[in-house]
């Protein structure tokens, strides 16, 4: 008998050094994994940071170097003042905030309609809503440049805020925050004699904070990264925006690039963006969250 209980101690024993053996090879496997895919995520803006503190002859060295030999922090100046980084982050920053504080306007008056208010047809019309969101944006490209053309915005902030003032996704993702409120505080607040209007600013729209800040952001972030649009309907030098100075601005009259230089205003440009996701990120995490729960 105490042999056999000596065997199964054994036995126990060498089942839980196998147990912990593959629990550390999961997670050794697990974290070489993530460190692999966070090296190759990393690995360009890295490469960005290095070519805009280069000189253009290492940077056309046939053995790419990955230290800069001379730190050249000239071409951050050179870049502000080639590309004229000052007058494309007043557009950009126009066109972001103008577009977003509208967006955000039209976003929460049709999410709360959508959520709460009843009248006809209201699911039939979010329901083709949310079919428009299956085209792909690029098909209304054609018919939006004609439209805008025959209205005379050509060249203008116009253009390029109004087309993209209603987002259906946002609309979506809004409805679905307002609808987890409960109906006993609409019903109780129009006992009371609340509007419409105050009981959405006074109870809804604190309530969906979260929601609120992850569209701004969104919203921000689109326009920031805006290129197609912007460089058909407004690239003169008086309205361009960030994504669209970046592109010629660095070539010489010999058909050279400044490639460091370039890079410089890149990091430049993406700067900003790396900030909002930084400090930003739990926001937008936490709004996308809250909006998934009720459907």
Do not use: C
Not at 75 to 83: K, S
Request: proline share 4%; charged share 15%.
């Amino acid at each position: 008998m105490a042999e056999n209980k000596v065997m199964q101690e054994k036995n126990m024993q060498m089942v839980s050094i196998r147990q912990r053996i593959m629990r550390f090879a999961v997670l050794f496997a697990t974290y070489a994994f993530l460190i692999a895919i966070a090296i190759i995520v990393l690995f360009p803006f890295y490469w960005m940071i290095i070519s805009s503190l280069k000189t253009l002859e290492e940077y056309r060295l046939s053995v790419p170097t990955f230290w800069p030999k001379r730190i050249m922090l000239g071409n951050y100046a050179d870049a502000f003042t080639t590309a004229s980084l000052g007058r494309l982050f007043y557009n950009t920053l126009i066109v972001g905030v103008v577009s977003t504080i509208l967006s955000l306007i039209i976003t929460v008056l049709s999410a709360f309609a959508f959520a709460r208010l009843e009248f006809k047809g209201r699911e039939t019309m979010f329901a083709a809503l949310l079919a428009t969101m299956m085209i792909p944006g690029e098909l209304f490209t054609i018919t939006n440049y004609s439209t805008v053309t025959s209205f005379g915005w050509m060249n203008t902030y116009t253009v390029l805020i109004v087309p993209f003032l209603v987002s259906v996704f946002y609309i979506f993702l809004l409805r679905q925050n307002f609808m987890q409120i409960p109906d006993e505080l609409y019903l109780a607040a129009k006992v009371d004699g609340t509007s419409d209007l105050k009981y959405l600013w006074k109870v809804m729209v604190p309530l969906s904070l979260p929601t609120l800040i992850s569209i701004t952001i969104l919203k921000m972030m689109g326009a920031w990264n805006s290129y197609i649009w912007p460089r058909l309907v407004a690239n003169d030098e008086a309205h361009r925006l960030i994504t669209n100075g970046l592109r010629n601005a660095f070539t010489e009259t010999t058909g050279d690039v400044n490639y460091p230089v370039q890079m410089a205003a890149v990091a430049i440009v993406s700067a900003p963006l790396f900030l909002v996701f930084i400090f930003l990120r739990k926001y937008i995490m936490a709004g996308v969250s809250r909006s998934g729960i009720k459907g």
